[in-house]
């Protein structure tokens, strides 16, 4: 799990600022990492201004995993096993 949540936190911009500086293949990392609409959100709302579209896109992403989840949990036969 680790492996994959630490560049997923490192990607989001939560220890620097997001600028049109950075290289492309960093552009697209944030842009696709959830947690960088998540910090969006919350900072908008700690500095008193409100963008709908950060949540709106938090929204979307968590309904759309659930939705994915869903099917894949349907396809997988899960066995449980006492020892």
Same mark, same amino acid.
Request: hydrophobic letters at 55%; charged letters at 15%.
């Given at each position: 799990?680790?492996?994959?949540?630490?560049?997923?936190? #490192?990607?989001?911009?939560?220890? #620097?600022?997001?600028? +049109?500086?950075?290289?492309?293949?960093?552009?697209?990392? @944030?842009?696709? +990492?959830?947690?960088? #609409? %998540?910090?969006?959100? @919350?900072?908008?709302?700690?500095?008193?201004?409100?963008?709908?579209?950060?949540?709106?896109? +938090?929204?979307?992403?968590?309904?759309?995993?659930? #939705?994915?989840? %869903?099917?894949?949990?349907?396809?997988?036969?899960? %066995?449980?096993?006492?020892?």
């Amino acid at each position: 799990m680790t492996l994959i949540f630490s560049p997923v936190s #490192y990607a989001a911009p939560t220890l #620097y600022v997001f600028s +049109d500086k950075l290289p492309l293949f960093v552009k697209c990392l @944030i842009m696709i +990492d959830p947690l960088t #609409y %998540q910090l969006k959100a @919350i900072r908008t709302v700690a500095f008193g201004f409100f963008e709908p579209l950060p949540i709106l896109v +938090d929204l979307l992403l968590t309904l759309g995993m659930m #939705y994915l989840a %869903q099917r894949i949990l349907r396809k997988v036969s899960l %066995q449980l096993s006492v020892r």
